[in-house]
């Protein structure tokens, strides 16, 4: 395959973030646009529903390695200074995502084991009490940034309570989870890679040091049981290509989190505001609250956090009649899954009726999102606290600009107006 020859994605009106990328999808699906594209940084890109599942569940397409990522950083002696990105590598090389056969397999089972649907059901209690707690905060309110006041407080004070974080710790992590948006541009400048730089290795302390902290105390049973498990892990370090196991637990929640505390807050407030740009919806959902879990998965079909994800293809393969060589990376187009109109009618339409088999919100395959039951967890816990407790929250206004050069579908702030009853 000559990639360089393929239709940018570019060309098509994608340049990240939630704007370009619903434009793109009004192209694409709209005309007869090649199976194959590519990106500036001409690498292959996927966007069709089928093609997304399909390399999903190949073999041969893993993560991108954390020593393409960061190269030479995993060679660095321990007491070198860290080079520009150091500090975002050293969070992002323990992440799931970075990791394949051998590492991927072990190391993703001692999540799974901790945020399954059973493990997680044992955490609503907890994620009930940090909602009524930012619920408390908020409904004397007239108007909040939703995204501050409520998104972002939901994951920090969850993940929190759930690693023995102190309060001062929730706090500053929610600021340094902030500044860490600026990790996921497109095209970075040298005062972007300082600043997300910065705050992942800020994060990245602050967890690490409140899990081996619990892990002394031996009174967290999360903590506890990642670790045992962890510990049991026997595999040498390959940055290259299989990844790295994480040295302590600490580590291991740092580059795991990452989303726990990023993306899920993103995807809260991307299911609220969906919700919110369908009034009869929210009203649907307050008369019937049992659909509120499909509510959740329709919300984030169409509003997901995630636009796009990188492969990298372990060894050569054929697909489609084309020979994908080995190394090669893939910009995997997840959310340009779920508004393709051949499985979802109508796409950009919101349906709490719809058939929703097939989201690729959380991605797909063996590299599908480990935290994704969690995530949908907090979300619906808050959607029915806001009922239980008669707090209606309303857009206040019409603008709502979402971050542009950004792999991510996220806003800066989020105005709603709250109302309590």
Not at 27 to 54: C, G, K, M
Not at 183 to 206: C, H, K, N, P, S
Not at 313 to 330: E, F, N, S
Request: proline letters at 5%.
């Amino acid at each position: 395959m000559d990639i360089q020859s393929l239709t940018s994605i570019e060309s098509l009106g994608f340049t990240g973030g939630r704007d370009s990328f619903k434009a793109f999808c009004a192209t694409v699906f709209s005309e007869d646009t090649p199976r194959f594209l590519r990106n500036a940084a001409n690498e292959l890109v996927i966007y069709r529903h089928e093609d997304l599942r399909a390399f999903g569940a190949m073999p041969e397409v893993g993560a991108l390695p954390s020593g393409l990522m960061f190269p030479g950083l995993h060679d660095l002696p321990a007491d070198a200074p860290l080079p520009p990105g150091g500090g975002i590598g050293g969070v992002i090389s323990n992440q799931i995502f970075t990791a394949n056969p051998p590492v991927h397999g072990p190391v993703r089972m001692t999540l799974w084991r901790q945020f399954n649907p059973k493990k997680v059901a044992e955490m609503e209690d907890t994620a009930r009490l940090v909602v009524r707690g930012i619920l408390h905060d908020i409904r004397t309110r007239s108007e909040i940034d939703f995204i501050e006041h409520v998104a972002e407080q939901l994951t920090a004070r969850f993940w929190g309570q759930m690693i023995g974080m102190k309060r001062d710790e929730i706090a500053a992590a929610a600021v340094a989870v902030r500044d860490m948006t600026s990790m996921f541009y497109i095209r970075m400048t040298m005062d972007d890679l300082q600043v997300a730089d910065t705050a992942t290795a800020a994060y990245g302390r602050l967890v690490e040091a409140a899990a081996l902290r619990s892990l002394a105390a031996g009174n967290h049973p999360l903590i506890n049981d990642l670790a045992k498990d962890l510990a049991a892990i026997y595999l040498a370090d390959d940055p290259a290509e299989a990844g790295i196991v994480a040295k302590n637990v600490g580590k291991l929640l740092a580059g795991n989190l990452v989303d726990g505390f990023h993306t899920a807050a993103i995807a809260a407030a991307n299911t609220v505001f969906a919700l919110l740009q369908n009034p009869d919806a929210m009203d649907e959902l307050r008369a019937h609250p049992d659909k509120i879990g499909a509510a959740v998965m329709e919300a984030l079909r169409c509003e997901p956090p995630v636009i796009a994800l990188k492969r990298y293809v372990l060894r050569d393969t054929t697909y489609a009649g084309a020979t994908i060589p080995k190394g090669t990376t893939v910009m995997m187009l997840w959310a340009a899954g779920n508004h393709d109109p051949d499985v979802f009618d109508q796409p950009t339409e919101f349906r709490l009726d719809r058939d929703l088999r097939g989201v690729t919100t959380f991605g797909g395959g063996a590299h599908i999102c480990v935290g994704r039951i969690v995530a949908t967890m907090l979300i619906r816990v808050l959607l029915e606290e806001l009922h239980a407790q008669d707090i209606r929250l309303t857009l206040a206004g019409d603008d709502y600009p979402w971050i542009d050069n950004h792999l991510m579908s996220q806003m800066r702030h989020m105005p709603l107006s709250v109302q309590a009853g």
